[in-house]
Nanobody
């Protein structure tokens, strides 16, 4: 059974940084994609980044491009989201997800973590 566990959320001031982690387990093939999504109060869930576990290809939404960096440690089956220059509008619950598709659409992903709260104060 595939399981995803996020960690690393918290409270940070605007301009600060956080690094989220997504520990994945239970995969029987290595050609999966890990995506990061976020959901702010009153807003739809937004896909912000993803990485191909087999070749390291990455994708970023315009809202985070240049500020967030996705990476993976294949030995530990962990994907990281380094978030720099955080803004109050980045406040949301952040989820990692896994699947065999690509991109920012929820339907591309089959498995979801429980989410971790990120709060950016002004």
């Amino acid at each position: 059974e595939v399981q995803l566990v996020e960690s690393g959320g918290g409270l940070v001031q605007a301009g600060g940084s956080l690094r989220l982690s997504c520990a994945a387990s239970g995969f029987t093939r290595d050609d999966y994609t890990i995506g990061w999504f976020r959901e702010a109060p009153g807003k739809e869930r937004e896909g912000i980044s993803c990485i191909d576990a087999s070749d390291g290809s990455t994708y970023y939404a315009d809202s985070v491009k240049g500020r967030f960096t996705i990476s993976s440690d294949s030995a530990k089956n962990t994907v990281f989201l380094q978030m720099n220059s955080l803004k109050p509008e980045d406040t949301a619950v952040y989820y990692c997800a896994a699947g065999w598709g690509w991109g920012a659409r929820e339907l591309e992903y089959n498995y979801w973590g429980q989410g971790t709260q990120v709060t950016v104060s002004s």
